[in-house]
Structure formats: C-alpha cells, structure tokens
C-alpha cells in the first residue's frame, strides 16, 4: 500500500465532509467505501488522462462493485456509509497536480448516486469489463494501467 493512496482517500474523505457541513441536509453526500473507490479510480483515470502518468503505484482489481485498491479498502472498510473519517498515518504529501484532479473528480460526481458512479465503472468496453471474472472468488484480475489510460482518453468520464 502506498501512502498516496490514503492520502488521496482523506482528501476526498475530507473534500466530502467540508461539502456536508456547508450544505443542507438534502444536498449531502453518503459517503461509503464503494464510493471512495469509485472517486479514486476516476481520480485516476482522470490524471493519466491529463498527465499520460499514474497517480498512484497500486493496483486497482476487478471485484464484483468496481475498481478497487485492497489496501485503500481495508484501511476504510470500516465506515460502510453515511460519515467517514481520515485514517492516521503518515502519508505522501499530495501533489497540487493530484489535488486538482481530485478537486474535479469529486466537484463533477458529487450529484451522482454510488449506483451510477459503480455502473459508470462498469462500463461496456472499459477495464474493469475486460478483466472482471465472477467466477472468481478472490477477484485478483488486476486492471491494467495501460487499459485505463487508452480508454479513457476516448471517452469522457462526466459529461
């Protein structure tokens, strides 16, 4: 696990709860484990969009709701919905290029549903499709780097 990827977990955690205390009640976001890694895996197929680079050296694999870093899961398994809190630990201080990409992955899905944000994840054609197996019960199929770059440079993520 690197810690960049709990960095960019707690700036979106963070991100999250700075949005719910500003806003009515019916303008807030549940925030959820399958949430977060929906917003990572965009975040980063957003910076390898913008900067042909990963943002973060771990692997996202194939399990049955999308896109997930096991490392990520496993520190934030504990807050399933509603209100999550950061992890303690050191991590990487984050770059103002990944900040930025975060900023804009989570401005454009913050009015998307988890649903539509695992469906979007889903998509026909893209990575998570290619490699997921469900007859597999570990979901080791790790999604490609190079697959997620090559896709979604020709497709848009938000419209």
């Known amino acids: ?3 960049m990827c709990i960095a960019a977990a707690n700036y979106l ?4 709860n700075r949005h719910n205390e500003s806003c009515q009640y019916s303008d ?6 399958k949430r977060l890694q929906k917003l990572l895996y965009f975040s980063e197929a957003e ?14 694999y194939a399990w049955p709701s999308g896109p997930v870093i096991p490392s990520v899961y496993s520190r934030f398994a504990q807050f399933q919905t509603g209100k999550m809190a950061t992890v303690e630990g ?4 984050l770059t103002q290029a990944m900040e930025e990409v975060l900023d804009y992955v ?6 998307i549903s988890t ?15 290619a490699v997921y197996d469900e007859n597999d019960p570990q979901h080791k199929q790790i999604i490609d780097k190079d697959a997620i770059y090559t896709y979604y440079t020709t497709h848009v993520i938000f419209a």
């Open 1 to 3: 696990m690197t810690d």
């Open 13 to 16: 955690v963070e991100l999250t």
């Open 28 to 33: 807030q976001i549940a925030m959820s484990c």
């Open 47 to 60: 910076y390898q969009k913008r900067y042909a680079a990963s943002m973060f050296d771990d692997d996202f």
């Open 90 to 93: 050191a991590h990487t201080p």
């Open 106 to 111: 989570f401005q454009k899905s913050k009015t």
């Open 115 to 129: 649903s539509v944000l695992v469906d979007m994840s889903h998509a026909d054609g893209g990575p998570w499709k």
